[in-house]
């Protein structure tokens, strides 16, 4: 570890990714180095939890709506990326020399990719919510599954498995699917009441211990059936993501994972023999390019015919284009099984190795690399875009408000603008939030807001103001670049949770910044001058002044250990939620006063009617099929309504 810290250090400061320095460390120190780690089985397994504890914090931040709607990526494109990538190796793989078992073992371990190095990066530099994160995320999905059969029928073709391999292969998709609905299951009836009970405790080393004890039997559980264990970490925690404790969660797992996935970089690169890499660099050199070339071409024609454009098909084929952990295993299944020699296993091993150290690379720099394969084959970027991306000329007015990102925020701005009579267009790419906020009749579309085609077909030329309504730095950076190479003049008001990036985004051309934390505490100071005798007017005189100064008086503060927010529970929040009705929905042909005489606790924000919207029906108004109740309420009471509304 040592070693790790200096290397990582030093790659810190040239700008290059840390798990860049986690290999190096790695082959420095392992067998093929120095030897000061003879066996590699001496962490593999402890590092392994690593994959592991990201799968979790991935599947926290889907919900199973958002895991739904991408099934398409996830069965379809990474269906037919895994067939071909599989086929196109297999036959060179054979051309070559390789037996049938081999090229079999091969081909399969070049079609995998690296879930824990393409994630890790796209994570750090905050592109797994974007386009080209959701496609990669939702292909590595299917790979992991995908490599179940291939870890079934690699001993198989050895003789070595005593059933077929087809039942071997029904057996274990059953059991996947069993346990998937147990999950399920367990997520909706088990996990939710036991982590309430956990959290009335007010002790965070209950809550963290009862973390664990979730992720780890969960892995258990799948690998136990002989599936992933990061595909059963990835299924706690999408269960764990649909409730009110999963920010909390994601805070105690952190640091476990951090370190976890260190030492699992460390032990890839303990199995990469320098020797191979300098005595038989032709042959790595030769695998190493047709991988990354063979891999890129195959999903970004792929994603192209899935109809995304050619930016984000090309930047998801450059993301998954390394070699990944689960070829590795497939290559020591094979080598145990002894269908492939050891001189072909160690050159494909180091192969694969090289790619996951370049890959971070890559993917750091896959924006301007997809750029030029654009400029290279003459695709402009203003004249593409995707069939979901694609904003109607007739929502665009001149003299707008383009809001980006619709969460909490971005509904409470729109909200002031529609009470001013403002038009504005909203811009998000979630499409759960993105479908009710459209039932509603509300200008919002799909579009990642960082693309200058995006924002061009939101009329960026003729607005009258962007506001940036997430607090996420590095793309509210990439946001106001792209707003500023389009129109110099457009006043721009960012959101963001801090002071750390205040200045950056102000020199980016951020007209305003307002942070979330000094904002609430200017609220307060205001209030507590007020209250302790001072004028309204000389407590506002004060607040103006700081902000004129741009919140120095405020900037560096005692921070203290955080401890964790178990003792402070908030009560659940207030969501809204669209609802049409249906043809024989019980609401249809009743008024709102017969409904509240049932004692159904309607509690509606607005109500649509053939695109009309009207944030206060009448008692007597009548609900007729088509109708669009957007309800406001907890999530229970949303449920309830809901089911009231269309059952009765």
């Not at 931040?61 to 069965?75: D, T």
């Not at 999950?183 to 009836?189: E, K, N």
């Not at 090289?354 to 654009?374: D, G, T, Y």
């Not at 609220?523 to 309204?536: C, D, E, K, N, R």
Request: with cysteine; proline share 4%; hydrophobic share 50%.
């Amino acid at each position: 570890m040592g070693i790790a810290i200096v290397i990582v250090s030093i790659l810190r400061r040239m700008h290059l990714p840390p798990i860049l320095g986690y290999l190096i460390a790695g082959a420095v120190v392992g067998p093929y180095g120095l030897e000061l780690l003879e066996s590699k089985e001496e962490i593999r397994h402890i590092a392994e939890f690593g994959v592991v504890f990201l799968m979790f914090t991935i599947g926290l931040e889907l919900s199973l709506p958002k895991l739904i709607s991408m099934r398409r990526a996830l069965i379809g494109l990474g269906g037919m990326q895994v067939l071909l990538c599989t086929a196109v190796a297999l036959l060179v793989a054979k051309f070559t020399g390789f037996s049938w078992p081999a090229a079999i073992a091969v081909s399969g371990a070049l079609a995998l990719s690296s879930t824990a190095v393409a994630t890790k990066q796209l994570v750090e530099q905050d592109e797994l919510d974007q386009s080209h994160g959701k496609l990669s995320l939702a292909i590595l999905l299917f790979q992991d599954l995908a490599a179940v059969p291939f870890l079934i029928i690699v001993p198989a073709l050895a003789g070595s498995g005593g059933d077929s391999v087809g039942e071997v292969l029904l057996s274990r998709i059953g059991i996947g699917t069993l346990i998937f609905l147990a999950m399920l299951a367990a997520g909706r009836w088990l996990l939710r009441p036991l982590f309430h009970h956990i959290a009335q405790a007010r002790s965070s080393e209950l809550f963290m211990l009862t973390t664990l004890l979730v992720v780890l039997a969960s892995a258990f559980l799948t690998e136990h059936y002989g599936l992933s264990a990061a595909l059963g970490a990835f299924l706690a925690g999408v269960m764990l993501g649909e409730t009110e404790y999963a920010h909390q969660i994601e805070s105690d797992i952190q640091p476990f994972r951090d370190i976890l996935l260190g030492l699992f970089f460390i032990s890839i690169g303990l199995i990469l023999d320098l020797r191979v890499v300098t005595n038989d660099w032709p042959w790595v050199l030769a695998i190493l390019v047709s991988l990354i070339v063979i891999k890129t071409a195959i999903i970004t024609i792929l994603a192209r015919l899935a109809g995304s454009p050619l930016r984000t098909a090309l930047r998801t084929g450059i993301i998954l284009a390394q070699g990944g952990e689960f070829g590795l295993f497939l290559l020591a299944v094979a080598y145990d099984a002894k269908v492939i020699n050891v001189e072909s296993n160690q050159i494909v091993i180091a192969a694969i190795v090289v790619s996951m150290a370049i890959s971070p690379l890559l993917i750091r720099n896959s924006e301007k690399i997809a750029q030029f394969i654009k400029r290279l084959i003459g695709k402009q970027q203003a004249t593409e875009t995707s069939e979901e991306e694609s904003i109607p000329s007739r929502a665009i007015v001149e003299d707008h408000v383009i809001i980006c990102g619709y969460g909490r925020v971005g509904q409470t701005l729109a909200r002031f603008l529609e009470y001013e009579s403002i038009p504005f267009v909203g811009l998000d790419i979630d499409p759960i939030r993105l479908r009710e906020a459209r039932a509603a009749s509300e200008p919002v579309f799909f579009g990642d807001p960082t693309q200058e085609s995006v924002l061009t077909a939101a009329g960026i030329a003729k607005a009258r103001m962007l506001i940036i309504a997430f607090s996420t730095p590095k793309q509210s950076l990439k946001i106001i670049r792209s707003v500023r190479r389009l129109n110099k003049d457009l006043p721009i008001l960012v959101r963001t949770m801090d002071d750390s990036d205040l200045e950056a985004l102000q020199i980016a051309g951020a007209t305003e910044v307002i942070p979330d934390k000094l904002e609430s505490s200017l609220m307060l100071a205001s209030h507590m001058l007020i209250l302790l005798g001072q004028s309204p007017a000389k407590a506002q005189q004060q607040v103006s002044e700081v902000k004129a100064n741009r919140y120095k008086m405020l900037r560096g503060f005692f921070e203290g250990e955080n401890i964790g927010h178990l003792e402070d529970t908030p009560r659940e929040k207030i969501y809204l939620h669209a609802v049409e009705l249906t043809d024989g929905a019980y609401a249809v042909g009743r008024t709102l006063e017969d409904l509240v005489a049932q004692k159904i606790p309607i509690n509606l924000s607005s109500f649509t009617r053939h695109g009309y919207k009207c944030n206060e029906p009448a008692p007597h108004t009548t609900f007729l099929a088509g109708d669009v109740l957007v309800l406001e309420g907890t999530k229970e009471e949303i449920y309830n309504v809901e089911e009231k509304l269309l059952q009765g």
